[in-house]
């Protein structure tokens, strides 16, 4: 049997994607219509003979993960629970931590999954992958192709071309290692956890020689268990003959940034054709216009000269008047976009209202369509003292006026603008 674990993270992570993350926690945000972590569960639980679904971070239990949760097991019909860490362990600490729920009822193998990630999820082909691959208790990194320049922002692989072993690991390196990139998702087996075992008691005695660190004592426990997978255990895993590259052709891109949610999107409502033709609107008398993928909510109420896509999603309750226009935009709940009012590369918040004729519009922050390899690029905020223009972002309960332009902004949550607004943040 196998299982899966998903590291959702916690609270002060997913700081870039505020002001989206004061009202959901970043995993339950929605793309292409779902929450993020949906994808992920639909994924595992394709998967056979998949029994339990492990979700590790350190959220508080809240209302709207436990909702979540409930749901998805009706749906799946597969057990689905949360774990919560005491705090931030790392991508190695959080599973060492909950070593025995996972190994418990005796798993062949298990997936980790980081939530962060869009990805078509091939698991099924990384099982027969390491089946093929290795000794029989051999681990799996998911890979793609990056271009060179952008590499360095992420795990590099080296690889041996015949056997995809990897022979060398290092993370966000300062010059170019290899294109192979590690796409956060991997395939283990419980021997796993002897590696993270030898590393955690690494970390105990060389906090016996060096107790304090410049640290306050107290938190000698979490400084031995806060492991990376990434840094501390598969950089020495490589070239032991134990760690292997599947290298994948689908899609995959990273959620770091508000902006990244939006290419994400498209990504997904793409897959759609295949997986789930039933989410994707179609042009029918008295609805609205469609042009390329778009999802609707069913209890979304839209005028029929309206016009969506490409690559929009509309959420729940969502009130569209006509003429409107919406384009590479996510519209979330009980948001109202009155009459004749044109929505571009923006995500509108919770309850907000754009009025008549206003204009929103932010620039997309989309990899370069030229460069097959192209990953989007996890802008900084700033850069030279200035808002970098990316997509606009309405916080929730926001109110923009009629006939006014917003531009490459931010808005945080329940402000009631007075007029048009352009590359600012708006306290």
Not at 58 to 87: D, G, H, M, W
Not at 111 to 131: I, R
Not at 217 to 241: K, S, Y
Request: charged share 20%; net charge negative; aromatic share 10%.
């Amino acid at each position: 049997m196998l299982k899966a674990v998903i590291l959702i993270g916690g609270p002060q992570k997913g700081t870039r994607f505020r002001p989206l993350s004061f009202e959901v926690p970043k995993p339950l945000f929605p793309v292409a219509g779902v929450p993020m972590l949906q994808h992920h569960i639909e994924a595992c639980a394709k998967v056979p003979n998949m029994k339990e679904i492990l979700l590790i971070g350190f959220y508080q239990p809240n209302e709207e993960l436990t909702r979540f949760l409930v749901n998805a097991q009706q749906e799946f019909k597969i057990s689905i629970r949360y774990l919560q860490e005491y705090a931030a362990l790392g991508t190695g600490g959080g599973i060492y931590h909950f070593r025995d729920q996972i190994v418990s009822g005796s798993p062949e193998a298990f997936f980790v999954l980081n939530a962060d990630v869009s990805s078509a999820f091939p698991l099924t082909e990384m099982l027969s992958f390491q089946k093929e691959h290795g000794e029989p208790n051999s681990f799996v990194i998911l890979g793609t192709t990056a271009n060179r320049t952008q590499s360095l922002n992420y795990g590099c692989i080296v690889e041996n071309e015949e056997t995809n072993e990897v022979l060398h690991y290092v993370e966000k390196p300062s010059t170019f290692v290899s294109d192979i990139i590690n796409c956060g998702i991997y395939l283990f087996n419980p021997d796993i956890f002897q590696h993270i075992g030898t590393v955690f008691q690494k970390n105990q005695q060389d906090m016996l020689l060096y107790p304090y660190d410049g640290e306050e004592p107290t938190n000698g426990w979490h400084r031995a268990e806060a492991i990376r997978l990434e840094q501390d255990i598969f950089t020495a895993l490589a070239g032991q003959g134990k760690l292997y590259v599947y290298k994948t052709l689908s899609f995959w891109s990273q959620i770091k940034s508000a902006g990244s949610a939006i290419y994400a999107s498209r990504l997904y409502l793409n897959q759609y054709h295949k997986t789930h033709p039933e989410r994707l609107a179609v042009n029918k008398e008295g609805g609205p216009k469609i042009s390329g993928n778009v999802y609707i909510h069913p209890t979304a109420n839209i005028d029929p000269t309206a016009t969506l896509g490409p690559n929009v999603s509309i959420g729940t309750g969502v009130t569209i008047g006509a003429g409107v226009r919406v384009r590479e935009s996510v519209i979330l709940h009980g948001a109202n976009l009155q009459d004749h009012c044109c929505v571009l590369n923006s995500i509108v918040g919770w309850d907000s209202t754009i009025g008549k004729w206003a204009r929103v519009e932010g620039t997309p922050s989309d990899p370069n369509p030229n460069d097959p390899y192209a990953k989007i690029d996890s802008e900084t905020l700033f850069r030279d003292g200035k808002l970098t223009p990316s997509i606009t972002i309405l916080g929730c309960n926001v109110t923009i006026p009629s006939e006014v332009i917003i531009l490459n902004s931010i808005v945080l949550p329940h402000k009631d603008l007075n007029r048009g607004f352009k590359n600012q943040i708006i306290l």
